[in-house]
């Protein structure tokens, strides 16, 4: 069982529009590309090809339609890789020809979507290196930039890794501040075993219809709260910026009592950690990064008039 993995589905298409428009009010107002106009006469043709200037994965390439339909741009496309391909500096991505005015003013646009699309996905492929020949999965989180969340939770599938929950909606996470906002309501300071039979009785009570039922995960920042944890059966115990060796000694405890149930590691993963979490021999770790800091992907835009 895991989080519902985000693909090119009608609602990141919606998103798309919703971020396409605002890119399109953001270049134009509600006026006209004033230099195009100026200086580009109406007739011209022209073609632009995308080009990586470095090593990488692409992604947001399969969406260079939709793009173009909702750019309202009379131009045609041919498409050299699709998302989630290697590609290399120098290498071709996609050529656009057509109405150079069309051209000119809707470049931008398409670049800045398909350029951080692609750093996501190549920032993603390098952590998915790093723990390759360990059972570790690597995840994304919630740490995405408003309005980009299931573009960018896309981008890291692309990258070869796995997408943690959409939102607050589609999957229970209890941490510290609900125990301790519950504590400060009326006193109760539940243990980790009380918290996740507390959300399955909340989830089996109907007061929220599921199609099916969510996955519940807890974190945990001490080892002492770990036999709690897996004596109520939650579906992945979140081990909270723990030391590799108390994640080695919860891994053997998970195994001994409750081998079902998944350990996921966060906190203090970057590039240089993440191989020495993994082969601790938990199942999943959670990088905020993949999203929060992946730099834009270095693509060129070469052009060729008439």
Request: charged content about 25%.
């Amino acid at each position: 069982m895991d989080y519902r993995s985000q693909t090119i589905d009608a609602s990141l298409l919606e998103d798309l529009t919703e971020i396409l428009r605002l890119a399109i009010r953001e270049d134009l107002d509600r006026s006209v590309d004033l230099t195009t106009m100026a200086i580009v006469p109406p007739g011209v043709s022209g073609s632009a090809s995308l080009i990586s200037r470095s090593h990488g994965v692409a992604a947001g390439i399969d969406l260079i339609d939709e793009m173009l339909a909702e750019l309202d741009a009379k131009i045609q496309w041919d498409q050299r890789v699709g998302d989630g391909e290697a590609i290399e500096p120098g290498q071709v991505l996609s050529v656009l020809n057509g109405d150079a005015r069309d051209l000119l003013t809707c470049e931008r646009t398409i670049l800045n979507v398909i350029c951080r699309l692609s750093g996501v996905a190549s920032l993603t492929r390098r952590y998915v290196d790093a723990v390759r020949g360990t059972k570790a999965r690597v995840y994304d989180t919630r740490k995405t930039t408003p309005g980009w969340r299931r573009l960018e939770k896309y981008a890291v599938r692309c990258g070869g890794g796995h997408n943690h929950r959409l939102g607050l909606y589609d999957g229970i996470l209890i941490k510290d501040n609900h125990l301790a906002s519950r504590a400060a309501a009326n006193g109760e300071l539940l243990d980790p075993g009380q918290a996740v039979a507390m959300a399955k009785a909340f989830v089996a009570s109907g007061a929220v219809k599921f199609e099916q039922p969510p996955m519940i995960e807890i974190e945990i920042d001490r080892i002492s709260q770990l036999e709690s944890a897996l004596g109520a059966g939650p579906n992945i115990i979140l081990l909270d910026n723990m030391s590799c060796e108390l994640l080695s000694q919860c891994v053997a405890i998970r195994d001994t009592l409750a081998s079902g149930v998944e350990l996921e590691a966060s906190g203090g993963v970057n590039l240089g950690t993440i191989g020495s979490i993994a082969a601790t021999g938990v199942d999943r770790i959670s990088v905020g990064a993949l999203t929060h800091s992946a730099p834009v992907h270095d693509i060129g835009l070469d052009w060729k008039l008439g």
